[in-house]
């Protein structure tokens, strides 16, 4: 049963099945393979006919694009100028975005526990993506924490294998910007 607002057009059902039948098979294949398929999907304008965006004004946006139960879900999302997302990640699951138009830059990072909910964390690899350009992340390289910064407006389409609606997030603690502790969040439905 599809659960997204609409019916999706053609094109996003054809990319949704075949970024499924890649899920079925593992992570790997989906994170392996699943950024072609999408990339070759938005290279067709009909691909977005009834798929929307909101505005990102002060923090980036998340509309549903299709999602079904037990599968992965697509979600556009619009990030605003000079905007970067907290630290945080995805509970030890793959996810990649292709960027639509725009520009930006995915920070891998590496946590270390200094004390009790203490970390200090680190920046370990960096991707920049402009359009038509994919970003993954991939925990099987031990790098499942990431942050995300948009220079510019930018809008994307990220795939997840399945749609928690919370992440764990890492924000500095009061008594240093060099530290942080994990806080579960909310995401936006």
Not at 26 to 47: C, K, M, R, V, W
Not at 89 to 108: K, M, N, S, T, Y
């Amino acid at each position: 049963m599809a659960t997204s607002r609409t019916a999706p057009n053609e094109r996003v059902r054809d990319t949704y099945d075949r970024l499924a039948a890649l899920l079925e098979q593992g992570d790997d294949a989906f994170i392996e393979e699943g950024p072609s398929i999408l990339q070759d999907a938005i290279e067709d304008e009909a691909f977005f006919d009834g798929v929307e965006t909101e505005h990102a004004e002060e923090s980036y946006t998340r509309r549903l694009v299709h999602r079904e139960s037990d599968g992965p879900v697509i979600r556009f999302m619009e990030w605003p100028p000079e905007y970067t997302l907290m630290p945080h990640e995805h509970h030890g699951r793959p996810c990649f975005e292709v960027l639509v138009d725009g520009q930006l830059f995915l920070a891998d990072m590496e946590a270390e526990n200094v004390s009790g909910n203490e970390y200090e964390l680190d920046v370990i690899d960096g991707t920049v993506c402009g359009p038509g350009e994919a970003g993954v992340v991939d925990p099987r390289t031990g790098t499942d924490i990431h942050a995300v910064y948009s220079p510019v407006r930018t809008r994307s389409l990220h795939v997840y294998p399945d749609d928690n609606h919370y992440g764990i997030g890492y924000v500095p603690t009061e008594a240093s910007n060099d530290r942080y502790r994990s806080e579960r969040f909310q995401l936006r439905d």
